[in-house]
């Protein structure tokens, strides 16, 4: 079992810069993808940067270039640095991880409760 605690939302102006944290606790053989994605109201959850154990990165187009994922293995910790920041980036952002409990069993989702980020016009 992964507990995912998320922190670092809030409000800001649009140009503006945000840090989301969220730290895994529990017990568990290995994380292999921590990750962060979004929902807006009405809207469904899309993924918005994901990072692997072996520190590969992938980015929502709308968000290359204005955000950067960033993990502390030892710490089993993934940042989101959020920078240049729009309107349309609100939404509540919930943390993500694949874990495994062994090394023999299969890889499970895991979800944060969520933090809200509201862009200011």
């Known amino acids: 079992q992964v507990q995912l605690v998320e922190s670092g939302g809030g409000l800001v102006q649009a140009g503006g810069s945000l840090r989301l944290s969220c730290a895994a606790s529990g017990s568990f053989f290995s994380i292999n993808v921590m990750g962060w994605y979004r929902q807006a109201p009405g809207k469904q959850r899309e993924l918005v940067a994901t990072?692997?154990?072996?520190?590969?990165?992938n980015y929502a187009d709308s968000v290359k270039g204005r955000f950067t994922i960033s993990r502390d293995n030892a710490k089993n910790t993934v940042y989101l640095q959020m920078n240049s920041l729009k309107p349309e980036d609100t939404a509540v952002y919930f943390c993500?991880?694949?874990?495994?409990?062994?090394?023999?069993?299969?890889?499970?989702?895991?979800w944060g409760q969520g933090t809200q980020v509201t862009v200011s016009s």
């Open positions: 990072s692997t154990s072996d520190d590969s990165t």
């Open positions: 993500h991880a694949k874990s495994r409990t062994t090394a023999y069993t299969p890889l499970y989702n895991y």
